[in-house]
């Protein structure tokens, strides 16, 4: 099975770098623009399924992808990025004002991360590789589309190569990158992560 995983394109809260969470924030015209770009890039490949976190920035960016292929975008809660609880909707520098002990754990990251009334690191993490039960119907020759977040997409990439979540920093994903896993009989097989190529054209213009 070959997955597709995909972050959502550009928001106000990410061009303004504030932690987005659970806000149910919508792509931005920019964001929109990049998801058109890597639809147009995936034009050719096929698609059997589309699974997308149920905030609006996923729903809408699986459905820019798969626009005319008569596919149901399916939504998954598990597929949600972290909840960042009261620290939703700051910047890194307003947290670091009232909650600088989360500030801290977020520069100097390990597993014992949590956000006042939000999530645990654990619960996160645990919660988005549940969501893997769910490709359980699909063939070994089928494409899924995911469509998720920064941090749900760096989770799973570490669960597919059997790396500790501890190293769950160290992955890049940016808006509107996407990243490729095959998943065979012996394991996953990462053979793209955070490609971003289909852009280039929107900084020409």
């Keep these: 099975m070959r997955l597709f995983l995909v972050r959502h ?26 998801i058109q770009c890597l639809r147009d890039y995936l034009k050719d490949e096929k ?13 809408t960016t699986a459905a820019i992808i798969t626009e005319g292929r008569g596919l149901g975008v399916i939504p998954c809660p598990e597929l949600r990025e972290m909840n960042y609880g009261l620290c ?4 890194f520098s307003e947290i670091n004002d009232q909650y600088p002990n989360v500030a801290d754990q977020c520069i100097n990251f390990n597993l014992s991360l949590e956000f006042p009334g939000g999530d645990t690191f654990k619960d996160f993490s645990d919660r988005t590789v549940s969501f893997l ?3 359980k119907i699909h063939k070994p020759s089928d494409t899924v589309l995911v469509v998720s977040h920064n941090g749900p997409l760096k ?18 994903i940016d808006t509107a990158s996407i990243s490729t896993v095959d998943i ?3 394991g996953a097989i990462l ?9 280039k054209k929107l900084t020409k213009n």
Excluded at 155 to 172: N, P, S, T
Excluded at 191 to 199: E, I, Q, V, Y
């Design 9 to 34: 394109g550009d928001t106000d809260f990410n061009t303004s770098h504030r932690f987005m969470g659970h806000s149910d924030i919508d792509l931005s015209a920019a964001g929109r623009q990049q």
């Design 47 to 59: 698609i059997d399924g589309v699974y997308a976190s149920d905030l609006a920035r996923t729903v």
């Design 88 to 91: 939703e909707g700051m910047t």
């Design 133 to 135: 039960k769910r490709l």
């Design 155 to 172: 989770a799973l990439v570490c669960h597919f190569l059997g790396i500790d979540m501890q190293h769950w920093w160290q992955i890049r």
């Design 184 to 186: 065979t009989s012996r």
């Design 191 to 199: 053979s793209r992560l955070n490609d971003t190529s289909c852009l």
